[in-house]
């Protein structure tokens, strides 16, 4: 017992080392992370060897005392923008303010600068240095423009940003997502004065708007005069036409009247035709009528004799179904309302008839006696009934007769012996 213990205590103790062992060796990547094995020299894409090898989004095993792990973040870093006192061109400070998105890259071969200069470093000394980065691309940026082009065009401005800052930010293995600039501003007014004078352009082409307008006002009444004349001058025309037409058609009646004696004539010819051509409609729709009677109506019948047949047939399978769908619901409901046993009672149901199957395949026989004994977990009487069983089967003596033989004799004749039985006398002789 104390060797199976102790078996245990060893087996356990096996688990936990090799559980505490794997816990310090192996290391999952998250997808927001990569992983820095440091220690193990292997080429990179660009030729260099560095001292270290990369996981990202999976997981490693580091080699117990050749290696050091690292944890460096991926995730989004938003840095605010403050840069005051920046002279544009022109001599004129501006105030500039903005947001950026940035991140440690995560692809080769900018991560390995981002690993050289800002592994081992805190999230807020890396937004540190990064916003420092930025704010000074910033001041070179304003210094290459005038107030006037930040102001109006903040997306050139954004993007002029964007390509000065891409360089430097590469060399700190950093990446810029997004950059939007907030609000521009001054401290001399510089900025307001390009408003109110933009106002006022915008006074003076409202003004100069509003002119125009008028001026075309007045075109436009000069043209609606123009139409109106020429319209009165198009009604008198038409006057005129008219009196011409009716002038003509006066002319023409005469002409017309010889046209409808011909019209009369063909109307005649006409009206000879149509009845002819309703003689034949007459015999087609008789044709038609007896084709319905003889063809039509008899095919129409047997039609529906079949769908009611059809139908017929599936009301009974329905109705055949909808019985043994009930059969099954009642037999379902009987078994949940008999509880755990309902498994056990149907197969006691169908024992009987599985039974009967079992026998029947089984012929006729005779069987004179049979015997059950258990003497090996029976008491003294069952180890007693098997050994004269034994006995019997061995030498054909049955001590049970025998001792029955005994006890009949010594009532009735008293000699005391004893008597084998009949089928057997020849062997105990």
């Known amino acids: 017992m104390s060797l199976i213990i102790a078996l245990l205590v060893v087996m356990f103790g096996a688990t936990g080392g090799i559980m505490l062992v794997v816990r310090n060796l192996y290391h999952i990547c998250q997808p927001s992370e990569v992983l820095i094995f440091a220690g193990d020299n292997r080429a990179v894409s660009d030729g260099r060897k560095v001292g270290y090898r990369l996981v990202k989004g999976g997981s490693s095993i580091r080699k117990p005392l050749l290696e050091k792990t690292f944890r460096m973040e ?14 544009s061109k022109g001599g004129i400070p501006l105030k500039v303010d903005g947001v950026a998105n940035i991140k ?3 692809e080769e071969p900018t991560i390995h600068n981002a690993i050289e200069r800002l592994l081992g470093k805190s999230r807020q000394e890396i937004e540190k240095i990064a916003q420092e980065t930025l704010e000074g691309n910033l001041r070179g940026v304003l210094a290459t423009l005038t107030p006037e082009e930040v102001n109006e065009d903040k997306m050139a401005f ?5 390509d000065e800052a891409e360089d430097d930010l590469e060399q700190l293995g950093l990446i810029l997502d997004n950059l939007q600039i907030q609000n521009i501003s001054d401290d001399v007014s510089y900025l307001n004065s390009l408003g109110r004078k933009q106002r006022a352009d915008l006074l003076r ?4 708007a509003e002119a125009q307008a008028k001026t075309k006002s007045s075109l436009q009444a000069s043209e609606n005069l123009r139409k109106t004349s020429l319209r009165q001058i198009s009604a008198k025309i038409e006057t005129t036409r ?8 006066n002319a023409l009646s005469q002409r017309q009247a010889a046209i ?5 004539e063909i109307a005649a010819e006409v009206a000879r035709t149509e009845a002819a051509l309703a003689v034949q409609r007459e015999r ?5 009528q007896q084709l319905q009677a003889d063809v039509v109506a008899p095919a129409e019948a047997a039609c529906k004799r079949a769908q009611a047949e059809a139908k017929g047939e599936a009301a009974s399978i329905i109705e055949d179904g909808r019985a043994k769908a009930e059969g099954i619901r009642e037999l379902a409901e009987t078994w949940r309302a008999a509880g755990d046993s309902a498994r056990e009672i149907f197969l006691f149901q169908k024992l009987e008839t599985l039974l009967g199957s079992l026998v029947a395949t089984v012929p006729d026989i005779e069987v004179e006696k049979v015997t059950v004994i258990d003497p090996g977990g029976g008491s003294s009487a069952t180890k007693l009934a098997s050994f004269m069983e034994q006995l019997r089967q061995s030498t054909g003596l049955d001590l049970a007769q025998t001792v029955r033989g005994l006890g009949g004799n010594g009532n009735g004749n008293g000699n005391g012996s004893a008597s084998l039985p009949s089928d057997r006398k020849d062997t105990a002789s």
Do not use: C, H, P, W
């Open 158 to 162: 954004v993007r002029n940003l964007l």
């Open 242 to 249: 008219a009196d011409a037409d009716r002038r003509l058609q």
């Open 104 to 106: 440690i890259a995560g």
């Open 205 to 208: 082409d409202a003004r100069i």
């Open 260 to 264: 409808s004696e011909a019209e009369s």
């Open 284 to 288: 087609r729709n008789q044709v038609e």
């Open 74 to 87: 991926l995730t989004n870093m938003i840095i605010e923008l403050k840069v005051t006192n920046a002279y």
